[in-house]
């Protein structure tokens, strides 16, 4: 097992400062890998930013990128550079509740190839998530529990791949990341249509690590937005 943790920023440091401790004090288990992805295009604040967090490899891809292209250039980097086996995706506006089992997790998707990501559950955000009390809560009839003989549970669907905080093989970064408005519903699509590295497309799903009543494990605090092209 190896893991690579990937912190997406782009300049709101009260939100980042905040995530990295966060992860720091929640994220249970090696972590063999930090990367942090500053997507401001400020080489001044670049630098400052490597010397506030020194346990990082710190990268970036030049100018500006927006959301989707601060992911397509994070992934290819990680592609070319990284060792590890797996990804923990944070975008850097989210903290934790609780204490994240990253081995277990690891387990989950070695088992499970069909399994593209585990996602964190957060709190609901929008009007229509507040309604219905959440985000599976939404669908619930699209979620499936399932428990694996060591007792970890999962809810497995084919509705979306989610950048939400996340584990995922490091050969999904190879698939490259789409470009253009709403790509993060584009990449799920083109899963659920083309396959993913592992599996055919038939095959293809999503996860939400944890049961069904286990509750938001993360809170998304970044109401203040600065990335585009989501």
Known sequence: MSVAL??????????????????????????????????TGDETYRAKLAARHPTFTHIHGGRRQGFGGAIRSAWMQLTARSKAQHV??????????????LPAMVDVLDDNPHLVQLALRRQPWNGEEHA?????????????????????????????????PCLYRA???????????????????????SGSPEVSASLVHFGFW?????????????HTRAGTGY
């Open 132 to 164: 219905a009390g959440g985000i599976v809560e939404q669908h619930p009839e699209a979620y499936h529990d399932r428990t694996d003989q060591a007792g970890r549970q999962w809810l497995q669907h084919r509705l979306f791949f989610t950048t939400n």
């Open 171 to 193: 050969t999904l970064c190879s698939y490259g990341w789409p470009s253009g408005p709403q790509s993060e519903g584009h990449f799920g699509q083109t899963l659920l249509r």
């Open 88 to 101: 923990f995706h944070l975008e850097a506006d989210f903290t934790f509740n609780r204490g994240v089992d």
């Open 6 to 39: 990937l912190i997406i920023t782009d300049g709101r440091d009260e939100y980042l400062d905040r995530t990295v401790a966060s992860a720091a004090e929640h994220l249970v288990g090696r972590v063999d890998e930090r990367w942090m992805f500053d997507d």
């Open 210 to 222: 944890g049961g069904r009543d286990s509750g938001p494990a993360v809170e998304h605090i970044g």
